[in-house]
């Protein structure tokens, strides 16, 4: 198993650009998250998703878009890129707490991160 | 809403000496407590975690025990090594919340030889 997946790895955009965050997992979890990162303040829920077409605002969702498809993708949308959205983004994911009682049922598993900085 | 603080970092220690960190947290209802840890350059790995009062997570060598009583979830290591240095994060989950977490700010531990 390869776990989660992101890519790309770092990226630089100018003010006012569009990209996409891709994040894969091939756990079959159905809980899938992203969260942001900045120095210094721990990580912050942006959006999650508890299965395919079932997608919902964390913390701190403003400037970004999410979709879900599949159980296995959980595409992260920035819109109109901001200096403000500097940092380093996670995708995680995890099992379903209905659907499965195993001892890491509520562990969440990281992928490496995608450090963006917006110029 | 929920909330988890822990220690400023970074804590800088030599190497066998005994570590701890203290993380406290404020929640409604009863969340599960994690310690995660973050080596430099990766995502976050799950370190250990308890499910319920005075439950005792552990690890490779790093314990820590849910005091309902405290709101306390300290981490602690009786010989830290070298290779321990790394950022560690205290988080919560919502029982009730699709286990989404709430994280403490993170604490950088970095040990010399």
């Known amino acids: 198993n390869a776990g989660v997946t992101q890519t790309p790895k770092f990226r630089i955009l100018k003010i006012g650009q569009s990209m996409t965050l891709q994040c894969t997992q091939d756990?079959?979890?159905?809980?899938m998250y992203w969260y942001r990162q900045d120095p210094g303040m721990g990580l912050k829920l942006i959006y999650y998703?508890?299965?395919?077409?079932?997608?919902d605002k964390g913390e701190v969702p403003n400037g970004y878009n999410v979709s879900r498809s599949t159980t296995e993708d959980f595409p992260l949308r920035l819109e109109l890129a901001a200096p403000s959205q500097t940092s380093v983004y996670f995708c995680?994911?995890?099992?379903?707490?209905?659907?499965?009682?195993?001892?890491?049922?509520?562990?969440?598993?990281f992928g490496p991160g995608t450090r963006l900085t917006v110029l | 809403g929920d909330s988890v603080t822990q220690m400023e970092g970074p804590v800088t220690l030599s190497e066998e000496a005994f570590l701890t960190i203290n993380c406290t947290y404020t929640a409604t209802g009863y969340p599960s407590l994690f310690w995660y840890v973050q080596y430099p350059g990766e995502g976050l790995q799950l370190l250990l975690k308890a499910t319920k009062a005075d439950d005792k997570g552990s690890n490779k060598g790093f314990e820590a025990t849910y005091r309902k009583e405290t709101t306390s979830f300290h981490l602690e290591k009786g010989s830290v090594q070298v290779s321990d240095s790394a950022v560690y994060f205290c988080a919560l989950s919502d029982p009730h919340g699709y286990s989404t977490l709430t994280f403490g700010k993170g604490t950088m531990l970095l040990v010399s030889p």
């Open positions: 756990m079959n979890h159905n809980y």
């Open positions: 998703s508890v299965g395919a077409g079932i997608t």
């Open positions: 995680a994911s995890s099992y379903d707490l209905n659907l499965y009682t195993g001892g890491d049922a509520d562990t969440q598993y």
